[in-house]
C-alpha cells in the first residue's frame, strides 16, 4: 500500500516547495522573516504588558513607586549616609541616581524577560512555529512602558527640583535604544544558555546585581580611581548607556570612550548572540 | 511529476536521544562535575562505556505524498509518531534525517488555545490566540464578528477568559483556529476537547475546510470522525508507516492489529495534556486468569490496574482514579471513579502506589475498545491523564442462546432483557 517509491525520493524539489530537513552547522540568521512576523512581536509585548497591569494589584502606580522608592533608598544610604556626591553641584543627588536607575531597570527587566523567554514560552515553542527570536525582542520591547513612565516620574522630580531638561533631550531614545540592544544581546545568549543548562536561571540574578554595582548607576565614574579600574568599567556597555543618557537629559559630561566602547562590545555581543541562538534554536522544541 | 502535490516527505526521520548524555547533562553544574569526574573515571575503569543511551526512532522513513485538496488521517497506537510527524511538517521541530517539502501555507492545530491567557479578555485572547496561529491583524479584524458567532459567547468577550467554564474555553479557542484559512491545514487530537454538539460542529467546518481544495492532516484516534472526514488514511506504527489506503481500509487494519497489544501499556512516556505531571506508570488489563489481556469474552468482568509514582517527588492527597472506556467507533461511552462510588482509597497522603479497578459484567457488544485513565486528588486536582492507554478487543459470544448478536448498529452495549408478548 505504500505509494511513494523510490523515483520520488531522487526527484529534485519542485518550485513553490518549503523544505524542511536537518540542519548543520550556521544557520543563517533570517532577520526578514522576523520582520513578517512583527505583528505577533507586536501581540506578545502589548501581553506582557497588559497582563502585568492587570494582575498587579497597585497597577501603573507600581512602576512609579519602584523607582521612587529605590532613588529614595538610595540617596538616604549613599547621599545622605555613606556621603556619595553628584558629579555636579548643580545636579541633586536624587536626580542623578533615579536617571541612572532607570536606564539600569530597563536593562535588568529587559534582560531578564529575555533570559527566561524560551523557558518560559516553551508551551507556544513546543507548539506552533514562529521566528523564535520573536520572543527575546518581545522580551526586551516589554518594558518600555515600565520605562516611559518612570521617565515621566523623573521629570516631574526634576520640575521639582527646578532641574530643567537641555535640549539634548532629543538624543535620548537613541541611548534607551542602546540600552535595548544591550538588553536583547545579554538576553540572547543567556535564553539560549537557560535552554541548554536549566540553571543558568540562577546565575542571571546574581549576574545583574553584581553588575549593577559596576555600572554608574549609584555613584558617578569619575569617583573612581583613575588607571585600570575605569578601563574595566568602560568594557561595561551600560556605562556609556547611563551615561549618555544623563548627556542627553541632564546636560553632564559626554560619555566619550566609555559610549564607544561599549556600544562595539554590544554589536559584537548582540552579532553573536544572534547567531549562537540561531544555531540552538533547532532543538529549542525537543528540549524544553 | 505532478503540479499538485501539497505535501512530500522524503525519507523522514526523527530521533530523540533518551536517558543518555543529553538528558543528563541539563543543568551546568553536572555537566561541570561531569568534565572534572569524566576523565578520572576513564583511568580507574578504562574499559567501561562512557554514557548509555538509547537512540528512540519516534519516525523513520517515512515517505508519504499528498495532494492538493486530500485529507488524510493519521491514525496510530500512542506513541506511534503521529503527533511528531505533524510536528516536523509544521515546522516546529527539525528532523534528523531525509527531509518535508511543503507548499502553501500551512496552519498547525496541535493543541486548542495555544498563547491563552487566564486574565486576557475573550476578545483580547482571540487577538492574540489569531497572531500566534499566522492571522494577521486585518484578518482577525474581519473574522472577528465570524469567530464570537462561531463560539457563541458574545456575552462574555469582555470577560477574563480565567471566569470561563472549560467548555466556553474550549469553543473560543476552537473558533479561532477553525477561521484559520491556511493552504495546508494540520490537526493534532483536539476534538477531543468539548461537547458532542461543538465537535460536531467543529467537524462540519473542517469539513467545509476539505470541500473548499484544502489540504488537511487529521490525527485522530476517533475513527468515525476519521472514517467521516478522510478519503485516505495512514497507519504509522513504531515510528514506521504501515499502511496507506482508503480511510476505511486502513482504519480496519489498524484495528485488527490492536488485537493483541494494548492490554498493558508503559504509560509514562505517552503523550498527556499540557497541565498532566507524569504521574502514570503503568495500566494493564488483568484477564480472569490474573495475566494481562487484551482479549475478553462479552460480559467479563474488565479490571484495570495502574500504579502511580510521583514525578517530582511530590505526593498526593485521597487519590482517586477514574477509568472510562472509549469505544473506538463512537467515542467515550462510560466512565467511573473511585471517589464516586465512595471507595475513595483511604490514604491521605501518597506519593506511590497501585490501585485497581474492576468492572463488574461491563454490556459490552463485540469491538475494540480504548481505556483512558486519569489519577487526581482530593477536592477534585487533577495530577495526570492518560486517552487511550490500554486497548482490549470484546469477542463475540452467545448472548441470548439464540446464536444471534445485536448489530454495529445497535450501539455499543447489549440489553439484558425479556419481551411479554399478549396476543388481543
Known sequence: MRKADANTARTAVDEGFVVYEHRRGWAALNLREVWDYRELLWFLTWRDVSIRYKQAVLGVAWAVIQPVLTMLVFTLVFNRGLGVKSPDPALPYAVFSMSGLLIWNYFNAGMSRAANCLVGGSHLITKVYFPRLVLPISGVTAGIVDFLIAFVVLLVLMGALGIAPVWTIVFVPLFVLLTMLTALALGLWLSALNVLYRDFQYVVPIFLSLLMFVSPVIYPIDQLPEGWIQTLFSLNPMTGAIGGFRWALLGQAWPGDYLWIGTAIVLVLLAGGLFFFKRIERVFADVV | MSDDVALRTVDLGKMYRIGGEQEQYRTLRDTLVKMVKKPIERIRHPGAASHVSVDLWALRHIDLEIREGEVVGIIGRNGSGKSTLLKVLSHITEPTEGRAEIRGKVGSLLEVGTGFHKELTGRENIQMNGAILGLSRADIRRKFDDIVAFAGIEKFMDTPVKRYSSGMYVRLAFAVAAHLEPDILLVDEVLAVGDAE???????????????????????????????????????????????????????????????????????????????????????????????????????????????????????????????????????????????????????????????????????????????????????????????????????????????????????????????????
Open chain 2, 198 to 424: 461543538f465537535q460536531a460542529k467543529c467537524l462540519n467546518k473542517m469539513g467545509e475546510a476539505a470541500s473548499s481544495g484544502r489540504t488537511v492532516l487529521l490525527v485522530s484516534h476517533n475513527m468515525p470522525a476519521v472514517s467521516n472526514l478522510c478519503q485516505r488514511a495512514v497507519l504509522l506504527d513504531g515510528g514506521r508507516l504501515v499502511a496507506d489506503g482508503p480511510a476505511d481500509e486502513v482504519i480496519s487494519t489498524y484495528l485488527q492489529s490492536g488485537r493483541h497489544e494494548g492490554a498493558s501499556a508503559d504509560l509514562s512516556a505517552l503523550p498527556r495534556p499540557h497541565w498532566a505531571r507524569p504521574w502514570l506508570k503503568t495500566a494493564r488489563i488483568v484477564g480472569p486468569d490474573g495475566h494481562a489481556a487484551g482479549e475478553l469474552h462479552m460480559g467479563d468482568d474488565v479490571t484495570v490496574e495502574v500504579t502511580f509514582s510521583s514525578p517530582d517527588g511530590s505526593s498526593i492527597r485521597y487519590p482517586v482514579l477514574v477509568v472510562e472506556i472509549v469505544s473506538a467507533r463512537l467515542g467515550r461511552v462510560a466512565g467511573v471513579n473511585s471517589a464516586m462510588t465512595g471507595e475513595s482509597v483511604d490514604w491521605p497522603e501518597t506519593s506511590r502506589g497501585s490501585i485497581r479497578c474492576r468492572i463488574k459484567r461491563p454490556p459490552l457488544l463485540p469491538g475494540e475498545y480504548m481505556i483512558d485513565v486519569a489519577l487526581g486528588g482530593a477536592s477534585k486536582t487533577w495530577a495526570d491523564l492518560v486517552r487511550g492507554a490500554l486497548s482490549f478487543k470484546v469477542l463475540e459470544g452467545d448472548l441470548y442462546g439464540t446464536g444471534q448478536l445485536p448489530g454495529p448498529g445497535y450501539g455499543v452495549f447489549y440489553l439484558d432483557a425479556a419481551f411479554d408478548a399478549a396476543m388481543e
